[in-house]
Nanobody
Framework: QVLLVESGGGLVQAGGSLRVSCAAY????????IGWFRQAPGKEREFVAA????????YYTDSMKGRFTISRDNAKNTVYLQMNSLKPEDTAVYYC????????????????WGRGTQVTVSS
């Protein structure tokens, strides 16, 4: 199990940018691939992006490609999600999650989850 704590959410206008962070409290951070998911009110939790253990490869849902960037700093046990050109439909709670099985977009492959950070994009 990994303790994950998200931060950096907030209110931003459409077209703006926001960076959310995920701090991991574990001694073996590089054992985990990390993913970001989001859940809007009344909708299923959906995959946003994921990054491999070393940070060498990244994966995105098609609708986020070019707007969102996932990165990690293994020295700080932290993963970031930089979000640009935000749209009102990006409004959601953003969760980070850790997977021992490697990079995946399946929720079931992630064994540890944070509590989320709210991102609200106004029109």
């Amino acid at each position: 199990q990994v303790l994950l704590v998200e931060s950096g959410g907030g209110l931003v206008q459409a077209g703006g940018s926001l960076r959310v962070s995920c701090a991991a409290y574990v001694g073996t951070f590089m054992s985990f691939a990390i993913g970001w998911f989001r859940q809007a009110p009344g909708k299923e939790r959906e995959f946003v992006a994921a990054i491999t253990r070393t940070g060498g490869s990244t994966y995105y849902t098609d609708s986020m490609k070019g707007r969102f960037t996932i990165s990690r700093d293994n020295a700080k046990n932290t993963v970031y999600l930089q979000m640009n050109s935000l749209k009102p439909e990006d409004t959601a709670v953003y969760y980070c999650a850790a997977s021992r099985t490697g990079v995946t977009d399946r929720r079931s492959d992630f064994g540890s989850w944070g509590r989320g950070t709210q991102v609200t994009v106004s029109s």
